[in-house]
């Protein structure tokens, strides 16, 4: 596949200590797509899930990147052992980010394309399970889009925790996939996807599509698994977005890779047989790794 112009790609993972052999598989795509182009390819690292944060993960999806020889322009490197960033779009870890991803969650609650849900756990658990009885799909029912402001302002005063969420727009959403062509969802049938968390961390929802706006990206290739959920969120946000100059860029879903007898393939360094495990063993030792 080739494209026209400047082009740019980015792999994105998230630091959980683990990289699946599908992750790096899109890494070699994102590389490859880039490098026929004559464009670009930069690492992200998308650490904005806390809780699942693996100290020194980072550093190993990188030592893996340079091992497999899966070269980027942009992004975090290391130098002497150490994390240093390269790139003039940075940074390109998203903990170091929140400020960006605040400004926008700011601008869609203004224009009213997200809100405020202070809904507590106990309540959505049982909305959850009204829904399993009644045969419904799981979803938030929009209790919190409809609070008056003069509640808002007093749930904000009293302190109440608070997640953003993204009003999905109720309409047909349309997009085109570079492989699949014209790909065409009902909003209506996506839930109203969180994009900013009670601890103001942003989501995956949020956080990438500012990112792949503010990095350039031209063309966003990621595995098919997560193309009906998340790229619908991205398309109905990227409506939102246009209005605040940001585009989104074109989509490239590949597929799942799948084992002989076509089950999933679980590839996950580290969940291989007691064989495989030992050449895994050997291969982390070469390039430093400890998990
Ligand atoms: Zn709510």
């Known amino acids: 596949m080739t494209t026209q112009g400047h082009s740019k790609t980015r792999f994105a993972p998230s630091p959980t200590g683990y990289l699946h052999v599908g992750g790096l598989r899109t890494a070699l795509y994102c590389y490859l797509f880039a490098r026929k182009n004559k464009g670009k390819f930069a690492l992200r690292i998308e650490d904005t899930d806390q809780e699942r944060f693996v100290e020194g993960a980072t550093e190993n999806l990188i030592k893996i990147l340079n091992y497999f020889g899966l070269t980027y322009e942009e992004g975090p490197i290391l130098q002497n052992d150490k994390i240093v960033e390269q790139g003039d779009k940075g940074p390109y870890i998203q903990s170091k980010r929140t400020e960006i991803y605040k400004k926008y969650a700011e601008i869609l609650l203004e224009e009213k394309h997200a809100y405020r849900c202070f809904c507590t756990k106990e309540r959505l658990e049982e909305m959850r399970k009204k829904q399993e009885e009644n045969k419904q799909a799981p979803m938030y029912d929009r209790k919190c889009l409809e609070l008056p402001e003069s509640e808002i302002r007093e749930k904000l005063k009293a302190k109440e925790s608070f997640v953003i969420r993204q009003k999905m727009p109720y309409e047909s959403i349309k997009f085109k ?83 002989r007898s076509n089950n999933k393939f679980c590839g996950i360094l580290g969940m291989e047989s007691r064989g495989r495990r030992r050449k895994r063993n050997l291969y982390i030792k070469r390039i430093g790794g400890n998990f």
């Open 177 to 259: 996939d570079l492989i699949r062509g014209n790909v065409q969802f009902d909003g209506k049938m996506i839930d109203d996807q969180i994009l900013v968390k009670s601890d103001g961390f942003p989501t995956y929802h949020l956080a990438n599509v500012v990112d792949d706006h503010l990095m350039e990206i031209t063309h966003v290739i990621r595995g098919s698994g997560v193309c009906a959920s998340l790229s619908t969120v991205k398309s109905g946000q990227n409506q939102t977005f246009k209005k605040t100059g940001t585009c989104g860029g074109r989509r490239i879903y590949i597929g799942r890779i799948h084992k």
